[in-house]
Structure formats: structure tokens, C-alpha cells
């Protein structure tokens, strides 16, 4: 089993051998349920990092799903990994036990709702696990509350950072500093000192993650200067880079963004002094002028902070009672399993409920609606007791009564092995019971198409599968060589079950479930969507990867069909 473990792990990313830096910038400030949070400039941040040797992912105000694949640049394997930086900057949910950092469309979620709607911290930490010298994780946000359900809190909650990681937490532009002088080779202590930054383990500000550079290198200098330059983002800024590098690597870039500045020299001015004349009267009326005129300010953040102190809270309400429809679904207790379960028969049924997650969101809620409609009954989207064995009983009736017209169709149109008859099969029943011996069947036609007993027991046994010794009995079920093809069927299935369990043993995360289908994909397997759910269509194309590649053909994931499928991504 450790063998596989170790081939999963190269199949997640199969990368070079040599020391690699890696970063990850994300910048969250327009968010669609909650404030807008002003903070550093990501694209400058992400150039800066860039420039340092850093093998950089960046992203700006991304919702949950894009949020999470990008992170999965912190996942992929390396044999000799260099230092990890990931800086995230938006907003953040935590109750005891974890800290998630959540997408632009986080829609005041609950304890359970949390995980799908941002990405917990822990996993963060770990895929940022054993970078050299040292990984830092450079979390960003502000006082400011968005909505969300009992059982959470606003903002970072304890961390337990794993070893080899250390935390920095603060202002985004306290932080966007901090990842400036941490490029320029500062310690966490030096890079962290003054700017109302805390830092965890406290023991870690000797870490110094980018090592110092040589004050010879003039191209590593330039580039130091310039991240400094972008970070601050101001004219003195920039027309301090160009007085030490008047011919630099960003000369070009530097004189560019002081005539972007030049244009609209009094916006920044205009800005201070409006929220100097807010701070003086510090009433509500004049910090929400100041918000009127500068909804993106400087200082937007603290004005919506000091908004909300100074207006009187709102009147609590009552707690709202669950509609009788909602209180009859809560009191089934339906576990992720349960409901997983219930989107499968949905599926079964063709209502298209989304994937089978065991969360009812909005389409599961209208498939279930649409269910009810067609059943005559009350269309509330949410289930009772009867009504999930009434669904089950016809998911369970539509399988049964789909699997014995399928065998029907079968003994009628392809079990005679006739290219015509196997066609009609195929197109009625692509992915049917018994579509893999007729496209074999098909594959060899012209070529080696068993007529008659003897000839359909060599084919069968040269096929070597299950699906090719049925075939035999479901032609000859009292043929010459029927016991032997029943006795071979035995020991073949024997075999899937023993590769069933141990495709179970390996415990395949959904997201490497999701790389083995885009492999298959690329294999031209036609696995089907690349969702991580290991339908039929998935089976026959692992089946079919099996077979061409001389493997045991199971359907299923086996030590030697992932030996194979990292074979072919090394290829």
C-alpha cells in the first residue's frame, strides 16, 4: 500500500527535480455579501515576487472554486522544495477549532457551510509544509464583520501553524510591506517589526525565507528597490527608484506609473483632507461624507469601522421559526451520506440535482421541487420521510427496469456478434451493461469476429475479461465450453472484487479522483466529466485504459493502473 501512496503522490504533480520557490497571492476586496476590504496591489505583489525567483500564482476577488484550485499549485510535488510564500488578503470566518478564508461569494454560511464556501486554513498550512529554508503565510484583513450564521466569528481565529510554517497577521498594507522586506532578505523579526503585525510561533523571527543577496548583484538590488517601490505606490517611491536605477530593470515601468500618478496629482491630497475634517468632527453624518466622496478611499476601511461604533445598533430581531417544510427535513437528521444518496437518485431519476456532495444547494433544492411537482405533491423543495423512501423506491424501480431493457435489447439486436445488431445496441445503450463487448466485437470485426462455439470461446479467451466470457454465455449459455467460461467468469470477478477493495485501501481524495479522470481524458479514455465521481462511464474507461495497456482489467484504480497512468504523464 505505501507503494501506491508514493505513485499518487508523484501522479499529483510529476515535476523536475531541482529547488523551487513558490508563491501564492490572493487579493479578495470585492465581496458580494460583506465590505470591501482595501489592501496592497496584488498584480505588484505577484510582478515583485515574480522577479525574485518565485514560481508565482496570483488571483483577485475570486469566488470559492477558483479560490481552491489555485491554491492546488501548493500541492503538487518536489522532490527538493525551495521556500513557500502564500499571502491572503479578504475576508475571514473561524470557530474554535478552524480558520477559513472565504470567497468572493461567501453568502453568510454556517458551520457546515464554511468548508464550501472557503478554504480552510489548516490545509493551507499543510500544503505549504516543508519548504526551504522556511514557509511564511502572510494573512491580511481588517475589523470590519461580514454575515454569517451561529456557531462562527469574524476574523483569524488560534492558529496551529504544523512545523517548518510561520503565520504573519495584520493590515493588508502592513503585510504587503512586511513580503517587501522579506524579498529583500530581512528575518520574519526585521520584516515584521513596527508595523502592528503579530507573528506565530513568536520564536520564528529568525527565519529568514529568501536569503540575502549579494550587494554586488546589481539585478537582484534593482529588483529589490522596485518591490519596495510597488508596495508603497507612491510618487516619492518611484522617483526614489529611478535616482538609484535611472536605467533600471522597471525604469520604463516606474516613469509610466508617475505620469499615471501626474494626472490626478490632488486626488490623494483631496483624500487625506477629507478624512482629517471626518477624524475632527467624528460624527456619523461626516464619516459617511467621507464615504460618499471616497467609497475606495485610503482610509474607507476605518471610516466604515468608526460608521458603524457610531450609529445605534439595530433592534435585535426575534429569531425566525423554520417553515413546517424545512422543520420535517431537519428532523430526518440527514448526514452528508444521506444526502449524497438522495442526489444520486435524483440523478437516476434525470430531475439534475448537481454533483453528489451532500450539500442541497440551490439546484439539489429545485430538482427535489421539480421531483415533488411530477409526484403531485406539494412542490417546497425539501423532503419528509415518506418521501425519501418514495424516491428511493423509483430510483431503485428506474435502475432495475433500465437494466432488464437494456439485457432485453441485448439478447434481441448484439448477442449474435452481427456488426448490424451491435450498432443498434450501442446507440441505444452507449454506455449499457454490455457496450464493451460489443465495441470489441465491433474492434474486431473484419479481423477476428468469433463465429459460431469455437470460435467465440478463442476470442473469448483471448479478451481475458469478464465482459468477453459473458458474452460467450449470453450466446452459448449451454455451450461446449460454458462450465469453463463460468468457472474463468468466477476466478475474473474474484479479481475486481479484490481490486474494488483495494481501490477503496488507497483512499482516493476527490481531487486526485478529478486528476485520474483528466489522465483518462488525455488518454482518450472518455471518461466522462472530470467531477471526481466514479460513475459507470468512468468504470468502462478505466476498463478500456486497462486493456490497452495490458494491465488487469478491473475498472477499477489499482497499484498498476496508477504505475501506468504516472508512466504516461512522465511520457
Same mark, same amino acid.
Given at each position: 500500500?505505501?507503494?501506491?501512496? #508514493?505513485l499518487?503522490?508523484?501522479?499529483?504533480?510529476?515535476?523536475?527535480?531541482?529547488?523551487?520557490?513558490?508563491?501564492v497571492?490572493?487579493?479578495?476586496?470585492d465581496?458580494?455579501?460583506a465590505?470591501? %476590504?482595501?489592501?496592497?496591489d @496584488?498584480?505588484a505583489l505577484?510582478?515583485?515576487?515574480?522577479?525574485?525567483?518565485?514560481t508565482?500564482?496570483?488571483?483577485v476577488?475570486l469566488?470559492?472554486r477558483?479560490?481552491?484550485?489555485l491554491?492546488?499549485?501548493?500541492?503538487r510535488?518536489?522532490?527538493?522544495?525551495?521556500?513557500?510564500?502564500?499571502?491572503?488578503?479578504?475576508r475571514?470566518?473561524?470557530?474554535?477549532?478552524? @480558520?477559513?478564508?472565504?470567497?468572493?461569494d461567501a453568502d453568510?454560511?454556517?458551520?457546515?457551510?464554511?468548508?464550501?464556501?472557503?478554504?480552510?486554513?489548516?490545509?493551507?498550512?499543510r500544503?505549504?509544509?516543508?519548504g526551504?529554508?522556511g $514557509?511564511?503565510?502572510i494573512?491580511?484583513?481588517?475589523?470590519?464583520?461580514?454575515p454569517h450564521?451561529?456557531? =462562527?466569528?469574524?476574523?483569524?481565529?488560534?492558529?496551529r501553524?504544523?512545523?517548518? #510554517?510561520?503565520? #504573519?497577521t495584520?493590515?493588508?498594507?502592513?503585510g504587503?510591506?512586511a513580503?517587501?522586506?522579506?524579498?529583500?532578505g530581512?528575518t520574519l523579526a526585521q520584516?515584521?517589526?513596527g508595523?502592528?503585525?503579530?507573528l506565530?510561533?513568536?520564536?520564528?523571527?529568525?527565519?529568514?525565507?529568501?536569503?540575502?543577496?549579494?550587494?554586488?548583484?546589481?539585478?537582484?538590488?534593482?529588483?529589490?528597490?522596485?518591490?519596495e517601490?510597488?508596495?508603497?505606490?507612491?510618487?516619492?517611491a518611484?522617483?526614489?527608484?529611478?535616482?538609484?536605477?535611472?536605467q533600471?530593470?522597471?525604469a520604463?515601468?516606474?516613469?509610466?506609473? %508617475?505620469a499615471?500618478?501626474?494626472?490626478a496629482?490632488?486626488?490623494?491630497?483631496?483624500?487625506?483632507?477629507a478624512?482629517s475634517q471626518?477624524?475632527?468632527?467624528d460624527?456619523?453624518?461626516a464619516?459617511?461624507t467621507?464615504?460618499?466622496?471616497?467609497p475606495v478611499g485610503?482610509?474607507?476601511g476605518?471610516?466604515r469601522k468608526r460608521?458603524?461604533?457610531?450609529?445605534?445598533?439595530p433592534p435585535?430581531?426575534?429569531?425566525?421559526q423554520?417553515?413546517p417544510?424545512?422543520?420535517?427535513?431537519?428532523?430526518? $437528521?440527514?448526514?452528508p451520506?444521506?444526502?449524497a444518496?438522495i442526489?444520486?437518485?435524483?440523478?437516476?431519476?434525470?430531475? !439534475?440535482p448537481?454533483?453528489?456532495d451532500?450539500?442541497?444547494?440551490?439546484?439539489?433544492? /429545485?430538482a427535489?421541487?421539480?421531483?415533488?411537482?411530477?409526484n403531485?405533491?406539494?412542490?417546497?423543495?425539501h423532503?419528509?420521510g415518506p418521501q425519501?423512501?418514495?424516491l428511493?423506491?423509483?430510483?431503485?424501480?428506474?435502475?432495475?427496469?433500465?437494466?432488464?431493457?437494456?439485457r432485453?435489447f441485448w439478447?434481441?439486436?448484439?448477442?449474435?456478434?452481427?456488426?448490424?445488431?451491435?450498432?443498434?445496441? =450501442?446507440?441505444?445503450?452507449?454506455?449499457?451493461?454490455?457496450?464493451?463487448?460489443a465495441?470489441r466485437q465491433?474492434?474486431?470485426a473484419?479481423?477476428?469476429t468469433?463465429?459460431?462455439d469455437?470460435a467465440?470461446w478463442?476470442w473469448?479467451?483471448r !479478451?481475458? $475479461?469478464a465482459?468477453?466470457y459473458?458474452?460467450?454465455?449470453e450466446r452459448f449459455?449451454a455451450g461446449?465450453?460454458?462450465p469453463a467460461?463460468?468457472d474463468?467468469l468466477?476466478?475474473?470477478?474474484a479479481?475486481?472484487?479484490?481490486?474494488r477493495?483495494e481501490?477503496?485501501?488507497l483512499g482516493?481524495?476527490?481531487?486526485?479522483?478529478?486528476?485520474i479522470?483528466?489522465? =483518462?481524458?488525455?488518454?482518450?479514455?472518455?471518461?466522462?466529466p472530470?467531477d471526481?465521481e466514479?460513475?459507470?462511464?468512468?468504470?468502462?474507461?478505466?476498463?478500456?485504459?486497462?486493456?490497452?495497456?495490458? /494491465?488487469r482489467?478491473t475498472?477499477?484504480? @489499482?497499484?498498476q493502473?496508477?504505475?501506468?497512468l504516472?508512466?504516461d504523464?512522465?511520457?
Open positions: 500500500m505505501r507503494i501506491a501512496v #508514493v499518487l503522490a508523484a501522479l499529483v504533480g510529476a515535476v523536475p527535480a531541482w529547488a523551487e520557490n513558490r508563491a497571492i490572493i487579493g479578495n476586496a465581496y458580494r455579501s465590505p470591501d %476590504l482595501a489592501g496592497s @496584488t498584480m505577484a510582478k515583485a515576487l515574480r522577479e525574485a525567483g518565485f508565482t500564482q496570483q488571483g476577488d469566488e470559492a477558483p479560490l481552491r484550485r491554491l492546488e499549485a501548493l500541492a510535488a518536489d522532490a527538493d522544495p525551495g521556500a513557500h510564500i502564500v499571502a491572503l488578503n479578504g475571514f470566518l473561524h470557530d474554535a477549532d478552524e @480558520t477559513w478564508f472565504m470567497g468572493t453568510a454560511p454556517g458551520p457546515a457551510a464554511a468548508g464550501v464556501q472557503g478554504v480552510p486554513l489548516s490545509l493551507v498550512m500544503l505549504m509544509a516543508g526551504e529554508p $514557509s511564511v503565510l494573512l491580511g484583513t481588517d475589523a470590519q464583520q461580514m450564521r451561529p456557531g =462562527l466569528e469574524n476574523g483569524i481565529g488560534a492558529l501553524p504544523p512545523a517548518g #510554517v510561520s503565520v #504573519v495584520g493590515p493588508p498594507e502592513a504587503a510591506r513580503l517587501a522586506g522579506l524579498l529583500g530581512a520584516a515584521t517589526a508595523r502592528a503585525l503579530a506565530l510561533p513568536e520564536d520564528a523571527g529568525n527565519l529568514r525565507p529568501v536569503p540575502s543577496r549579494n550587494t554586488a548583484d546589481a539585478l537582484a538590488d534593482d529588483r529589490d528597490a522596485w518591490a517601490a510597488a508596495v508603497a505606490d507612491g510618487a516619492p518611484y522617483r526614489d527608484y529611478l535616482a538609484r536605477y535611472p533600471g530593470i522597471y520604463a515601468d516606474a516613469r509610466e506609473r %508617475l499615471q500618478i501626474g494626472r496629482p490632488g486626488v490623494r491630497y483631496a483624500d487625506r483632507a478624512w471626518a477624524v475632527a468632527a460624527t456619523a453624518a464619516y459617511a467621507y464615504l460618499k466622496e471616497f485610503r482610509h474607507a476605518a471610516a460608521l458603524a461604533e457610531l450609529r445605534p445598533a435585535a430581531r426575534p429569531a425566525s423554520p417553515s417544510a424545512v422543520a420535517a427535513e431537519q428532523a430526518l $437528521s440527514l448526514g451520506a444521506g444526502r444518496a442526489q444520486r437518485q435524483l440523478s437516476r431519476l434525470g430531475r !439534475q448537481g454533483p453528489a451532500g450539500v442541497f444547494g440551490p439546484r439539489t433544492r /429545485l427535489i421541487a421539480a421531483w415533488q411537482r411530477a403531485g405533491l406539494t412542490a417546497t423543495g423532503l419528509t425519501v423512501r418514495m428511493a423506491a423509483q430510483a431503485e424501480g428506474s435502475a432495475t427496469d433500465t437494466a432488464a431493457q437494456d432485453a439478447q434481441q439486436s448484439g448477442a449474435a456478434g452481427e456488426a448490424e445488431g451491435l450498432r443498434a445496441y =450501442l446507440d441505444r445503450y452507449p454506455q449499457g451493461i454490455h457496450a464493451e463487448a465495441r465491433l474492434a474486431n473484419g479481423r477476428d468469433p463465429q459460431g469455437e467465440t478463442r473469448a479467451r !479478451q481475458g $475479461s465482459a468477453a459473458e458474452t460467450y454465455l449459455p461446449t465450453h460454458a467460461a463460468r474463468r468466477a476466478t475474473l470477478r479479481g475486481i472484487e479484490a481490486a477493495r481501490e477503496a485501501g482516493l481524495a476527490p481531487s486526485t479522483r478529478r486528476l479522470e483528466e489522465r =483518462l481524458r488525455i488518454a482518450g479514455m472518455q471518461p466522462g472530470a471526481g466514479f460513475t459507470e462511464e468512468t468504470r468502462a474507461a478505466l476498463r478500456r485504459y486497462q486493456a490497452a495497456r495490458n /494491465l482489467v475498472g477499477y484504480v @489499482t497499484r493502473t496508477v504505475s501506468g504516472l508512466a504523464v512522465l511520457r
